[in-house]
């Protein structure tokens, strides 16, 4: 179970799944309901401060590169072209929404760029990203809930 646990938080932290990957793992291998929420929630918000340590001091490093420089403008494009319009018309409300949605390509990573690509003080977007990852992992974690009801 401990594994169970470890591998569904590393899902929630990857760029590949977040909690909307780590959540059903955790769920599908017999991990209490609440302790797979409450890791896969906070493994998930943790991404956050990483990220922004990354987008304030290692991105202007990297940025130097050509090669970095390319892929980082084409990841900060598709941010600021998916959450863009939230974000410019209802701002902090905006990117709460931008980030609940459980799809891929929204989530805690593209929200901190958004924020970030968007000059949102770091407090607010922390809130924003908290608050849209909480019920983004209340809608995962309740279907799944319901689907595992459903089949029993």
Same mark, same amino acid.
């Given at each position: 179970m ?5 591998i569904?938080?590393?899902?929630s932290?990857s760029p590949f799944?977040?909690a909307?990957?780590g959540?059903p793992? !955790? ?6 309901i609440y302790?797979?929420f409450?890791?896969?929630f906070?493994?998930n918000l943790?991404? /956050?401060?990483i990220m922004t /340590? ?9 940025? @130097?590169?050509y090669y970095y420089?390319?892929?980082?403008? /084409?990841?900060g494009?598709? !941010? ?7 974000v @410019?018309?209802?701002g ?10 459980p799809?891929?390509?929204?989530g805690?990573? !593209?929200?901190?760029i ?10 607010q977007?922390?809130l !924003?990203?908290?608050i849209?990852i909480f019920i ?6 309740a279907?799944i ?6 089949f029993n």
């Amino acid at each position: 179970m401990i594994l169970d646990i470890l591998i569904a938080m590393l899902w929630s932290i990857s760029p590949f799944g977040e909690a909307k990957v780590g959540i059903p793992y !955790a769920l599908l291998n017999g991990v209490n309901i609440y302790l797979a929420f409450i890791v896969c929630f906070f493994a998930n918000l943790l991404v /956050f401060p990483i990220m922004t /340590f990354f987008l304030e001091v290692i991105n202007r490093y990297f940025f @130097k590169w050509y090669y970095y420089k390319k892929a980082a403008l /084409f990841v900060g494009r598709r !941010a600021k072209r998916g959450a863009g319009k939230n974000v @410019k018309k209802y701002g902090f409300l905006g990117l709460i929404i931008f980030v609940l949605i459980p799809l891929p390509g929204t989530g805690v990573y !593209a929200g901190t760029i958004a924020g970030y690509l968007f000059g949102m003080q770091r407090k607010q977007a922390f809130l !924003a990203n908290a608050i849209g990852i909480f019920i983004s992992c209340l809608i995962v974690w309740a279907t799944i809930l319901a689907a595992i009801e459903g089949f029993n």
